[in-house]
T-cell receptor
Framework: DTEVTQTPKHLVMGMTNKKSLKCEQH?????MYWYKQKAKKPPELMFV???????INESVPSRFSPECPNSSLLNLHLHALQPEDSALYLC????????????FGQGTRLTVV | QKEVEQNSGPLSVPEGAIASLNCTYS??????FFWYRQYSGKSPELIMS????GDKEDGRFTAQLNKASQYVSLLIRDSQPSDSATYLC????????????FGQGTILTVHP
């Protein structure tokens, strides 16, 4: 089972809203990632959690707030986003951070209006 | 220098031909490399991983790694229109342990 599940699949939010993206994996992986992908660009790393601790923050604005409640779950809390934050948000997990295969969820298509 | 670089493409091949995709990386310490396929509007799908010098074959796909020259390639034999997608090379990169870095991607079109 190599499934990473993300919810919701689509999200439209206003600039004053607060919303959360959710990600779940049951592969026993110890690293989980959030990536942002704009059209015709590669995935851009935002955050890495390793063993439930935040290990990498790629200088992401504070309007994005990650959370790892346990080893299977990863959330991304969104607040006061801008229209340029509209993108595909991808969650991934791997056995070990960066050195083993990472498996992606289907993504959340976020539109900020 | 970018951590992971791919030949820019786009690449167009006829059905049945071999498609060759290339990637170079800057971190000599990298030990693992991955190829992902991404269809338009979908998430990346892992198709190959390679950890040792040489070739690794899986069906119509062959990954090749040359650590001395710091390049990794993906060959797709008997290309099919369903192979038309963006192919992303990824490697551990940069100064941060645990970071998986992607190349810019190569758009492949297989025409009948």
């Amino acid at each position: 089972d190599t499934e990473v599940t993300q919810t919701p699949k689509h999200l439209v939010m206003g600039m004053t809203n607060k919303k959360s993206l959710k990600c779940e994996q049951h592969m026993g992986h110890r690293a989980m990632y959030w990536y942002k992908q704009k059209a015709k660009k590669p995935p851009e790393l935002m955050f890495v959690y390793s063993y439930e601790k935040l290990s990498i923050n790629e200088s992401v604005p504070s309007r994005f707030s990650p959370e790892c409640p346990n080893s299977s779950l990863l959330n991304l809390h969104l607040h006061a986003l801008q229209p340029e934050d509209s993108a595909l948000y991808l969650c991934a997990s791997s056995q070990e951070g960066g050195v083993t295969e990472a498996f992606f969820g289907q993504g959340t298509r976020l539109t900020v209006v | 220098q970018k951590e992971v670089e791919q030949n820019s493409g786009p690449l167009s091949v006829p059905e049945g031909a071999i498609a060759s995709l290339n990637c170079t990386y800057s971190d000599r310490g990298s030990q693992s490399f991955f190829w992902y396929r991404q269809y338009s509007g979908k998430s990346p799908e892992l198709i190959m991983s390679i950890y040792s010098n040489g070739d690794k074959e899986d069906g119509r796909f062959t990954a090749q790694l040359n650590k001395a020259s710091q390049y990794v390639s993906l060959l797709i034999r008997d290309s099919q229109p369903s192979d038309s997608a963006t192919y992303l090379c990824a490697a551990p990169g940069g100064t941060s342990y645990g970071k998986l870095t992607f190349g810019q991607g190569t758009i492949l079109t297989v025409h009948p």
